[in-house]
Each structure stands twice: as structure tokens, then as C-alpha cells.
């Protein structure tokens, strides 16, 4: 049996999360959450080096 390592951000235990991605994954948490984000909002999440977009999910990580 393989067992599943789980974030340690406390909204995955969370029935109703406030945010539609997890900061620190990427993983969809709840997808009825509605919100538009920007790259404004991106650079900000960027400078308090979070991991993933908690609006849209995507990976915020320069290449």
C-alpha cells in the first residue's frame, strides 16, 4: 500500500476551504470558489513567497 505524503497546509482538512488551490501544492481544495487574479496579484504572492496561486492554481516559481 502506498502511502500518501499530505501538505501541511491546514485548508486541505478543511470541508468548505476559503481558497480554491492550496498555497503550497497546487491541489484543488474548492472548486466552487469564483475569484479572477492578475499578474499584479501574482508578483505579490511571488514577494510573500508563496508556492501557487490560490486563485487559479498555477505555479508562481520563476524559470
Not at 7 to 30: Q, W, Y
Amino acid at each position: 500500500m502506498k502511502t500518501q505524503t499530505r501538505c501541511p497546509n491546514m485548508n486541505h482538512g478543511k470541508t468548505n476551504a476559503p481558497v480554491k488551490f492550496c498555497p503550497n501544492c497546487g491541489e484543488v481544495l474548492n472548486a466552487a470558489v469564483r475569484v479572477r487574479c492578475d499578474e499584479d496579484k501574482h508578483k505579490h504572492l511571488r514577494k510573500s513567497r508563496i508556492s501557487f496561486c490560490t486563485d487559479c492554481g498555477k505555479s508562481l516559481a520563476l524559470k
